[in-house]
């Protein structure tokens, strides 16, 4: 387990000098390894950190107002891209494709923005696993294998690329970050695109933006699994009012995990199960049918793509 404090020495003078008297630009979508990674960031570098949240379109229920609730105070610049991220999914099926369209548009509004603000560096929060991932050829995290490889910045800075996710918590506590940001759930860079099999349209993210909404409420404060989210895997026939359906499926997955690396679905009692259902179903127009996931990680990941 890290030393959280020597970990936030060393990291702030490395990145004091990987950054030299130059700006860096950094996505801080409000997740533990983003916020981490900013509170080092600015006690390295103070003003000369640009922190932008990027509004993908693919992010959960009220993120975005969440987001600039809790960063109202610093110079957060937020970039609203949804027209874009969609456009740019438009058509892709395959789950690396789509990991690599939204790479790429990342990287090309960190471009822009670096340009527009005058930054050299890009500064991401990787974390172990993710590289692990990434060079295994499991799965092109957003931001490791997605980076195109014409990237324009002088230099990325990836402080927390040697942690497990436990370790960054520890991390978050070290530096006084509140602790709806030191327990949140991790949520994947690529948003809710990875939680839609095949194309990606605001349609159907839509749909399971309010199915993942349901699952959080009904299973954070009771259960605080790991992760719990829906993914909308397919269609397939029901019966809704005496009508009969091509409705979506939605499967509820819910895990504990250490540093998700590997993963336990958690034994959910049915009484809960069937209220998950029965709202999904009853409150999201064209659902047809839920399932629960009981598969472990692995073999199953714990995203579906
Ligand atoms: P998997 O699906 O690989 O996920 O078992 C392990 C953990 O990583 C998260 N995840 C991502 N996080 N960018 C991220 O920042 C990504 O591209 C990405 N893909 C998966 C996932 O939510 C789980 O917590």
Same mark, same amino acid.
């Not at 080092?40 to 600039?68: C, F, H, N």
């Not at 009904?218 to 605080?224: A, D, G, P, V």
């Given at each position: ?52 949240? /990027?509004? @993908? ?8 107002? %969440? ?30 494709? =789509?990991?690599?369209? *939204?790479?790429?548009?990342? $990287? #090309? ?7 527009? @603000? ?13 590289? *692990?991932?990434?060079?295994?050829? *499991?799965?092109?995290?957003?931001? /490791? ?19 497990? =996710?436990?370790?960054?918590?520890? /991390? ?70 005496? /009508? ?21 679905? $958690? %034994? ?10 029965? #709202? ?14 009981? @598969? ?10």
């Amino acid at each position: 387990m890290v030393n959280a404090q020597k970990f936030i020495e060393e990291s702030v003078a490395e990145i004091r000098k990987a950054a030299g008297d130059g700006h860096v630009v950094m996505a801080l979508s409000g997740g533990v390894d983003s916020s981490v990674c900013a509170a080092l960031a600015a006690r390295a570098i103070g003003d000369r950190l640009i922190p932008i949240y /990027v509004d @993908t379109g693919l992010m959960r229920k009220g993120e975005s107002a %969440r987001i600039r609730q809790l960063f109202g105070s610093i110079n957060l610049k937020t970039v609203d891209a949804s027209a874009e991220f969609f456009a740019a999914l438009e058509g892709i099926i395959d789950p690396e494709e =789509k990991r690599k369209a *939204i790479g790429e548009r990342f $990287i #090309r509004i960190f471009e822009k923005e670096a340009v527009a @603000t005058g930054a050299e560096y890009l500064l991401q929060g990787t974390i172990y696993p993710d590289r *692990i991932e990434s060079e295994g050829g *499991i799965k092109s995290h957003h931001n /490791v294998g997605g980076m195109p490889l014409d990237i324009k910045f002088k230099g990325v800075i990836e402080p927390l690329q040697d942690l497990y =996710k436990d370790e960054v918590r520890v /991390v978050a506590g070290a530096l006084g970050l509140p602790p709806e940001i030191q327990h949140r759930m991790p949520f994947p860079g690529p948003g809710l695109a990875v939680r839609v099999l095949g194309e990606v349209t605001p349609e159907k993210v839509g749909i399971i933006r309010e199915a993942n909404h349901i699952v959080e409420d009904e299973l954070i404060e009771i259960y605080s699994p790991w992760q719990c989210f829906a993914a909308l895997i397919g269609l397939g026939t029901g019966v809704k009012g005496d /009508v009969r359906l091509h409705g979506w499926i939605v499967a509820v997955r819910a895990v504990n995990s250490r540093d998700g690396m590997t993963a336990d679905p $958690i %034994r959910l009692p049915y009484e809960t199960l069937e209220r998950i259902s029965s #709202r999904i179903t009853s409150e999201i127009p064209g659902v047809a049918r839920v399932v629960y996931d009981i @598969t472990g990680k692995p073999p199953a990941t714990i995203e579906y793509e």
